[in-house]
């Protein structure tokens, strides 16, 4: 459906141009991106998120579903777009994992940018500890979302096994998020006279999780330093 659609809120007709121009920043930005594409902007997004996390699902899903409530994009079509882009993404995880093993992946992700060694690891060991089970279950516990396809494709987890539990796993994580950015969307004059508070929040999970990377990557100087010393 066209981002150019109007539907009738608060007694008038608003357009999705309209409705996303509330936004300012970088949810604004995110949010003309994915009315602009549409379907295939929430697809591309989700497989970014999954493999290399510049934006987290929890800031763009929300927005997707806030424009499909303006009528910018289905609904339905958002979510299939979401979980295909959130399989996709641990595709490649699981084919880095299987190609490599597990040590090679492990060493490879932890160069990627907000992305720690120790998240990666812990990943490997949630796989280890709970199996196959946690493929599905990962996809809800951050830290563990995607990274826990690297030990499945090591171990050569059976591929069909594998797109069922995480298209299972992305599903409900995706419905939770683009459901409420849908229900918020109906809430339109809201949205516009908070959206400085919207973009705050987006901007204050970029500055938690970048604080987190530069304080774990000290936290790991300081421990080689430390058995450099002790040697």
Do not use: K
Not at 103 to 113: E, I, L, S, T
Not at 191 to 206: F, G, P, R, T
Not at 213 to 219: A, D, K, P
């Amino acid at each position: 459906m066209s981002p150019l659609v109007l539907l009738r809120a608060a007694g008038e007709e608003v357009g999705v141009d309209q409705a996303v121009g509330g936004l300012t920043g970088l949810s604004g930005a995110l949010a003309r991106f994915i009315a602009a594409i549409g379907e295939p902007g929430v697809f591309v997004a989700t497989v970014l998120e999954t493999v290399v996390p510049p934006v987290p699902s929890e800031v763009t899903l929300p927005l997707a579903g806030f424009i499909a409530a303006q009528g910018g994009m289905s609904l339905v079509l958002a979510l299939v777009a979401a979980t295909l882009g959130s399989l996709v993404g641990a595709l490649a995880l699981y084919w880095l994992g299987r190609a490599f093993g597990e040590a090679r992946a492990v060493a490879w992700m932890a160069r990627v940018p907000l992305v720690d060694r120790e998240e990666v690891e812990h990943a490997v060991g949630w796989f280890h500890r709970h199996g196959s089970a946690s493929v599905f279950v990962g996809r809800l516990v951050p830290g563990v979302r995607s990274l826990v396809s690297i030990p499945a494709g090591a171990t050569r987890m059976s591929l069909p096994r594998f797109c069922l539990l995480t298209a299972a796993g992305s599903l409900l994580w995706n419905a939770f998020l683009v459901g409420g950015g849908y229900a918020l969307g109906s809430q339109f004059e809201r949205v516009e006279q908070y959206a400085q508070y919207i973009d705050y929040a987006v901007i204050a999970v970029l500055v938690v999780l970048l604080a987190w990377f530069v304080r774990s990557r000290v936290q790991r100087a300081r421990r080689h330093r430390d058995v450099r010393e002790a040697l």
